[in-house]
């Protein structure tokens, strides 16, 4: 069982069932949202997420997204599209032990920033991966 939750403590999470996917992000959509140059990412069963205290606000980034955030301290948890309707993604970085879960890979660096130097030897995608990534 994996667990997390927002910054400040008000929302906390449980995920009941194994990570599908990992990815690191580096599309502009994310960036803005986390304020960060790019946001790793695990997909989930959306049926395996539960929000065990506190109520995510939520924004729709673009018309078949949402994405969900703590209202209070604005840690950025989860995004899931219309296009993708049983899984969700949720922020490695709002994990309790986000060591447990490593990115396989980078997705969308067409729009990573110039001055970020990645040297990793995980693949990397210039848009979303084929089985769906966050974008
Ligand atoms: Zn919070
Ligand atoms: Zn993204």
Same mark, same amino acid.
């Given at each position: 069982m994996l667990t997390g939750g927002c910054f400040c403590g008000a929302i906390r999470y449980e995920i009941s069932k194994p990570v599908l996917d990992t990815t690191i992000c580096h599309c502009v959509d994310c960036r803005r949202a986390a304020g960060a140059p790019m946001v790793?990412?695990?997909?989930?069963?959306? %049926?395996?997420?539960?929000?065990?205290?506190?109520?995510?606000?939520?924004?729709?980034s673009n018309p078949a997204v949402l994405r969900?955030?703590?209202?209070?301290?604005?840690?950025?948890?989860?995004?899931?599209? %219309? %296009?993708?309707p049983d899984t969700i993604d949720v922020s490695i970085g709002s994990l309790d032990a986000p060591e447990q879960v490593a990115p396989k890979d980078h997705t969308w660096t067409s729009q990573q920033l110039a001055w970020l130097h990645v040297n990793d030897e995980l693949p990397k995608y210039p848009a979303a991966e084929a089985t769906g990534a966050p974008d």
């Open positions: 790793a990412w695990m997909t989930v069963a959306r %049926d395996a997420l539960r929000f065990v205290s506190g109520e995510p606000a939520r924004y729709e969900q955030f703590c209202a209070n301290c604005g840690t950025h948890l989860t995004w899931e599209s %219309d %296009d993708l």
